[in-house]
């Protein structure tokens, strides 16, 4: 099985976007829901977005509209397109896969502990 791999982070000035991409095999990306999560510095991790089997997507409260998760199963990839972006949003940003799990409403992302399949992170630092 291939895994996870998370691209796209970078510096980027506050207020900017940026958009993250995860290879995801399709075989995984059809059964299960896709999720971004990020984890600062003495912070937990927390999840950002979701999206199902279904196409369905979620997020955490402070991230939508802001924030929009997409896949596209043609080219096996998971996306997370993200404008306006704050100081606080510096972080390690993991994409990562679950079975038996569904948006439910409009999300927030299950808790980290209920994914299984992860990426090793791609880095965002938001810069003045």
């Known amino acids: 099985q291939v895994p996870l791999v998370e691209s796209g982070g970078g510096s980027v000035q506050a207020g900017g976007s940026l958009n993250l991409s995860c290879v995801v095999p399709g075989d995984i990306a059809r059964r299960t829901c896709l999720a971004w999560y990020r984890h600062a510095p003495g912070k937990d991790r927390e999840g950002v977005a979701v999206?199902?089997?279904?196409?369905?997507?979620g997020y955490t409260k402070s991230m939508k509209g802001r924030f929009t998760v997409s896949k596209d199963s043609a080219k096996n990839t998971l996306q997370l397109q993200m404008n306006g972006l704050k100081h606080d949003y510096t972080a390690m940003y993991y994409c990562?896969?679950?079975?038996?799990?569904?948006?439910?409403?409009?999300?927030?992302?299950?808790?980290?502990?209920?994914?299984?399949?992860w990426g090793r992170g791609t880095l965002v630092t938001i810069c003045s």
């Open positions: 990562a896969a679950s079975s038996g799990c569904s948006v439910v409403g409009d999300g927030p992302p299950p808790h980290y502990i209920a994914m299984q399949d």
């Open positions: 999206i199902d089997s279904d196409g369905k997507d």
